[in-house]
Structure formats: C-alpha cells, structure tokens
C-alpha cells in the first residue's frame, strides 16, 4: 500500500485533534479519506508524542492488511509443485504435403507475413467457406486432445495432426509461417504459446495447449484448446477451466456495434477473481483468406478504438498465467515461456459476429 500523504488538521473546537489520512494511490483507502481523531488536553494540539503513538498504530494496520492480502491472494492461487524446467527435445524434418493440395501465400518464404491490414468479411460464400475450414480445425483439434497421454511425444502428435489435415484435402496453416517448422503448435506446461513439436514426452501432470490452424478452399480456420495430461493438480486443473471461462465470456460480448475492448474487460474481470494475470503480449486476430489481419483483439484491460461489424471474422485467444504475464522467448524465435517458469493455459475459437451476437465457427 502506497500513502500519498498525512495531513495534520488544527484542533475543533470540542478539543479533539485529527488526523486525516490521504492516499489518492492506496487500494484500500480508496473514496473518502479516513479520519482519526487523537485526544488531546482541552485545546491544545497533541503532543509529538501522541503523533508518535498514532503513526505506530498505523503503520501496524498498513502491515495487517499487507499480511491480510497475501493470505487472500495464496487462498485464490493454490501453491503449485515446481516441475523442472521444460527443455528442448530433437525436432524432426517437417513433414510433406502432397503437390495438390493448394498452399498459403506465405509458404517458401522465411520471412514473416506483415499483419494484413482489411478485415476479414467473408461474403455469404466465404462465410460458408470458412465453415467448412474452421469445422475441420476443430475436428482436428478433437481428434489430437484424445492422443495426450503420458509418454507420447509432441513430435507423434505433429505427425498425426498434419496427416489428418492434409488427408481432408487442406494445408496446415503454422507449416512454413515465417519459417515455423511444424505443422503444428505444442506449448505444454509454461510454454504460453507457440511451441515447436519435439522428442520430448508429455508427463503424468503436463498440461498442453495444442494450437491448430487449416487453410482449406482458400480460408483459414484456427482454433487452440490446453488439454490435462494424466494425474494434473487441482490448482492447474483450476487454471484450465477459468481460461475456458474467459474465452467464453469474451465470445458473450461481441456483437454487431460492440466496441473490442469490452473482451479485454470481460475477460480481466473473471481471471482477476482468481488471482490469475491475463498475458498482454499475444493477441487475438482477424481471420479468412489470410492468416492474420486487423483487428487485433487484446485480452486485458484496454481502451482499443472501434466496434465490431457484422460479418466479421476474428479469434479470440487468451492466456492465462498463475504467475508473471512477463515472457522470454527461446533461440528458435518461437517457443515462448513464462519469465518465472509459471503455468500458462490458452484456449482459442474463430468467431463471427451476427447482428445479435456471435457464431463460434470452431466447433465440431
């Protein structure tokens, strides 16, 4: 708690000193300033010493309610066992996909695509386009969440989903975007986002967010879900469900006309009830027959101009952190982890907005 500062007040008339205590800064005295009133010989001001008194007392309510928050922030965030470090396993060659099938723009270059800059409206035959890729998405998504299990490795679930897309006549999206090697995003435990499929085994306790994107008949169709791998704790089991919750609460309030910051404030104010940090870096986008396009969608509190239009279509994708919302990125430009080694949890949907609300196309 930061005091701002304490102002001494003359004596009243019926011989009581006060104190009043401003803090335009301090969470707890927030609204009106507090009084305390000291007593003191007739009119005469208090004495230094009483001063003294009081400021003891007070700083032993500061240091209270200090040790009064902590206990509440432990109760809404359990302890976590600390899992040793993720580590980087061999990744494989990328796999290939057969000349038929039609790629993105962005594949044979290593350069990353810029953020395009038109939204994604679709058309009626667009729409029903985008359907279908995002139907596929999700189907995939399903299929790859029942292959987690202790001992699998990242690399066998890269191979699998990369076979079941190119199988329904669709390129893998992440496959050759700005240099990614695989065909799909593995991020397990504090990985946030954008993990590189590997040799490394999933553990009994992992959690994994598994992120898959397809381009078929020229749209893309993307969507994400963190999956529980064998024995998981009850407080990640708790971190994993809220940010499903969040995601759901940030698809509640689109609509034709609705300003984008309203998912930023809808989604901070649940994962704030649980102690949890809403990471700032990864955003939400536009998506059809690009990749990623305007608008971005931020997930935490913001004042981002502009409202939704109907017809449009964007992901929405928030991470959750049970620590610092601060990252550090690894050499492969790629993986990217908590700094504190926390876990992190995402879940992700393609949406459209509707004149009344919004239709999650990522379903299966």
């Known amino acids: 708690m930061t005091v701002a500062g304490l102002q001494l007040s003359a004596p009243s008339a019926h011989g009581q000193g006060q104190v009043l205590l401003s803090s335009v800064k301090s969470s707890l005295f927030s609204g009106a300033p507090l009084r305390f009133s000291l007593p003191t010989s007739g009119r005469e001001p208090f004495t230094r010493k009483?001063?003294?008194?009081?400021?003891?007392?007070?700083?032993?309510?500061?240091?209270?309610?200090?040790?009064?928050?902590?206990?509440e922030s432990q109760q809404l965030t359990p302890k976590v066992k600390r899992r040793p470090p993720l580590r980087r396993g061999r990744v494989s060659p990328e796999l290939p996909v057969p000349d038929h099938i039609p790629r993105p723009p962005y594949v044979g270059s290593s350069e990353l695509p810029e953020i395009a800059s038109e939204l994604q409206i679709p058309g009626s035959q667009g729409i029903a386009d985008m359907r279908a890729a995002c139907e596929l998405a999700a189907r995939v998504l399903d299929s790859a969440g029942k292959l987690v299990r202790p001992s699998i490795t990242t690399n066998e679930i890269d191979k699998a989903v990369h076979q079941m897309i190119?199988?329904?006549?669709?390129?893998?999206?992440?496959?050759?975007?700005?240099?990614?090697?695989?065909?799909?995003?593995?991020?397990?435990?504090?990985?946030?986002?954008?993990?590189?499929?590997d040799s490394r085994q999933l553990q009994s306790g992992d959690i994994i967010n598994i992120d898959v994107t397809v381009y078929l008949n020229g749209y893309h169709?993307?969507?994400?879900k963190t999956f529980l791998c064998g024995d998981v704790s009850d407080a990640i089991k708790q971190l994993v469900k809220v940010t499903e919750?969040?995601?759901?609460?940030?698809?509640?309030?689109?609509?034709?006309g609705a300003s984008f910051k309203k998912i930023g404030k809808r989604i901070s104010e649940h994962a704030e009830k649980y102690?949890?940090?809403?990471?700032?870096?990864?955003?939400?986008?536009?998506?059809?027959?690009?990749?990623?396009?305007?608008?971005?969608?931020?997930?935490?509190?913001?004042?981002q101009s502009g409202c939704m239009?109907?017809?449009?279509?964007?992901t929405i994708e928030p991470i959750l952190t049970m620590g610092?919302?601060?990252?550090?990125?690894?050499?492969?430009?790629?993986?990217t982890l908590t700094a504190d080694g926390s876990p992190a949890a995402q879940f992700e949907h393609t949406i459209l907005i509707t004149r009344t609300g919004a239709e999650i196309l990522t379903i299966c």
């Open 309 to 314: 239009v109907e017809g449009q279509t964007f």
């Open 324 to 335: 610092s919302i601060e990252c550090k990125t690894w050499p492969d430009n790629w993986t």
């Open 221 to 224: 169709g993307d969507t994400s």
């Open 166 to 197: 190119i199988d329904a006549g669709a390129y893998p999206s992440p496959l050759g975007y700005g240099g990614f090697p695989k065909s799909v995003c593995t991020s397990v435990n504090e990985c946030m986002c954008h993990g590189i499929p």
């Open 245 to 256: 919750e969040c995601l759901e609460r940030g698809i509640a309030v689109c609509k034709d």
């Open 275 to 303: 102690g949890y940090g809403v990471v700032e870096r990864f955003v939400g986008h536009g998506v059809g027959t690009v990749f990623h396009s305007e608008p971005l969608i931020l997930h935490h509190r913001n004042d």
């Open 50 to 71: 009483q001063l003294v008194v009081f400021a003891r007392r007070l700083s032993g309510l500061e240091e209270a309610m200090r040790i009064k928050r902590e206990r």
